[in-house]
């Protein structure tokens, strides 16, 4: 079936850092590849996406790029925030007759200052 | 502005008592999701709807029940609770065509 792995965390970092969290995925036909953010205490929100092999999707310094061939979806940010601190997750989003999304377990990044 | 609400945003219950969590959005959107997010599980798919009169169980459907009688509403239903059930439930919302999911805040439910 459908999945979604992530790299565990948490992940700790020290301001302007470089992030990467890896995520690869396995689906059926061509999914559509998301990260949402969770800030504490909110639900999550949309931090980027990417509907197509080779595209870059990209939002508040954040990037990653859909690589059909190594079935992955990388996020990766130059220079990480303390406000950056939050839960990531991996998702695709399948055509099952409506979207359906499929969520990663999450990884939880902590800046220090 | 739309948004997606959730009631109550905390709740304590007893095991075997029916509870039902509220989610309310004004996105007009066809689709609605609850999920439950516990640690080291990610977001689980419990209900979802693509419209009026329409519900479908996800992958954690067992012990829940949803109804959808308008665009705006998938109140979620626990028939009885157990205490596996404690969890933090979030609702989302999407476009019919689309497939980003807009989320409410979450409700924390304990049950004891």
């Known amino acids: 079936g459908d999945s979604v792995t992530q790299m565990e965390g948490p992940v700790t970092l020290s301001e302007e850092a470089f992030l990467t969290i890896n995520c690869t995925y396995t689906a059926t036909g061509y999914p559509s590849l998301f990260w949402y953010v969770q800030y504490p205490g909110e639900g999550l929100q949309l931090l980027l996406k990417?509907?197509?092999?080779?595209d870059k999707g990209s939002n508040k310094g954040f990037e990653a790029t859909y690589r059909k061939e190594t079935t992955s979806f990388h996020l990766e940010k130059g220079s990480v925030q303390v406000s950056d601190s939050a839960v990531y997750f991996c998702?695709?989003?399948?055509?099952?007759?409506?979207?359906?999304?499929?969520f990663g377990a999450g990884t939880r990044l902590f800046v220090k200052a | 502005d739309a948004e997606i609400t959730q009631s109550p945003r905390h709740k304590i219950t007893e095991t075997g008592r029916q509870v039902t969590l509220a989610c309310h959005q004004t996105w007009n959107h066809n689709n609605m999701f609850w999920y439950r997010q516990d640690l080291g599980h990610g977001l689980r798919l419990i209900h979802y709807s693509y419209g009026v009169q329409d519900t479908n169980k996800g992958e954690v459907s067992d012990g829940y029940s949803v109804s959808r009688s308008n665009t705006e509403d998938l109140p979620l239903t626990l028939e009885s609770a157990a205490s596996s059930q404690t969890s933090v439930y979030f609702c989302?919302?999407?476009?019919?065509?689309?497939?980003?999911?807009?989320f409410g805040p979450g409700t924390r439910l304990t049950v004891t």
């Open positions: 989302a919302s999407s476009e019919p065509a689309g497939d980003e999911q807009y």
């Open positions: 998702a695709l989003s399948v055509n099952t007759g409506g979207f359906k999304t499929i």
């Open positions: 990417a509907t197509k092999a080779d």
